[in-house]
C-alpha cells in the first residue's frame, strides 16, 4: 500500500502533533490525519470521531485500506462528548470555525484539562481560540500559518501551563507569528491592508463625511489600517 499523502494544510496539522500517544482526531472527516500520524509512528493510535455517520463510514473505509484498523478505532460523537478521561494524548480539531471548536472544547471541559496537546486549526475568529486556552490553563507553544488554495490557514498547538498576552493584536493576529515574522502572516496582513484601505475609499465616494454610523465604522477601519501597517513595519524589520 502507499503511503498516504496530506494536503499542504493538513500536513501542517499533522507536523504539530508531538505527544507521540494517542491523538482524538474530532472532526475526523476521511480519517486520512490519523491514518498519517500513525503511518509516521507520531502517534501509538487515533480516535477518529464525528457527529455524522457518513464521514464515520468514509474514515472506517481508508483505515481498512491502509491496514490500520489495530490502531485506529472510529466513534460517533458530538464533539468529545464521548472520549473518555486519560483516553487521548492529543485533541486535534481542524476545519471548523473559531467558535464552535471552542464551544467543542468548552463542552468537555473536565476531559480536556486532563489533555497534554491541543493541535487546533480554527478557519475563522482565531482570537477566540487563543482566549479561549488562555482561560483554560494553556499555553501557546506553537504556531504556523500557511497558505493553500489562496486560503490561509493558522494551526496552533497548545500545552498545559500559564500565558497571557499584553496587547490585543497579540490575540486577533497571533503573538507566535508576530514574533518569529512569520512570511505568511505578513503576507496576509498587506492583503488586509488592502482590503480595509479599499473599503474606505468605497465609504469616502459613497457617504462623504457620512453620518455617526458611518462616521464610527470609518474611525474602526483606520484604527485596523493602523494596526496592520504598524504589524507589518514590525515583521519587516
Known amino acids: 500500500m502507499s503511503k498516504i499523502k496530506l494536503s499542504k494544510r493538513l500536513y501542517c496539522v499533522a507536523s504539530n502533533v508531538k505527544s ?23 502517534a501509538k493510535g487515533a480516535i477518529a470521531m464525528d457527529i455524522n455517520k457518513g464521514p464515520l463510514e468514509r474514515a472506517n473505509k481508508h483505515i481498512l485500506q491502509y491496514s490500520m484498523e489495530a490502531y485506529i478505532t472510529t466513534r460517533l460523537s458530538d464533539g468529545a ?25 468548552s463542552e468537555s471541559i473536565d476531559i480536556v484539562k486532563n489533555i497534554k496537546e491541543l493541535v487546533l486549526s480554527p478557519q475563522s475568529e482565531i482570537y477566540l481560540v487563543r482566549h479561549f486556552l488562555h482561560d483554560n490553563g494553556f499555553k501557546i507553544e506553537n504556531e504556523d500559518m500557511i497558505k493553500e488554495q ?17 496587547d490585543r493584536t497579540d490575540y486577533i493576529y497571533g503573538e507566535f507569528l508576530i514574533k518569529n515574522k ?13 482590503r480595509t484601505s479599499s473599503v474606505l475609499k468605497k465609504l469616502a465616494k459613497e457617504h462623504g463625511s457620512g453620518n455617526d454610523e458611518t462616521r464610527l465604522r470609518k474611525a474602526m477601519l483606520e484604527d485596523e489600517y493602523s494596526t496592520v501597517e504598524n504589524l507589518i513595519k514590525k515583521i519587516s524589520l
Open 182 to 194: 512569520n512570511p505568511i502572516l505578513k503576507e496576509y496582513l498587506i492583503k488586509e491592508q488592502e
Open 20 to 42: 507521540g500517544g494517542i491523538v482524538a482526531d474530532i472532526g475526523c472527516d476521511h480519517g486520512f490525519v490519523s491514518i498519517y500520524l500513525v503511518e509516521k509512528g507520531l
Open 150 to 166: 489562496g486560503k490561509f490557514y493558522v494551526v496552533i498547538r497548545a500545552v498545559v501551563g500559564t500565558q497571557h498576552f499584553a
Open 81 to 105: 462528548k464521548k472520549l473518555k478521561n486519560g483516553e487521548a494524548d492529543t485533541i486535534l480539531i481542524s476545519g471548523m470555525g473559531g467558535a464552535l471548536i471552542v464551544k467543542i472544547l
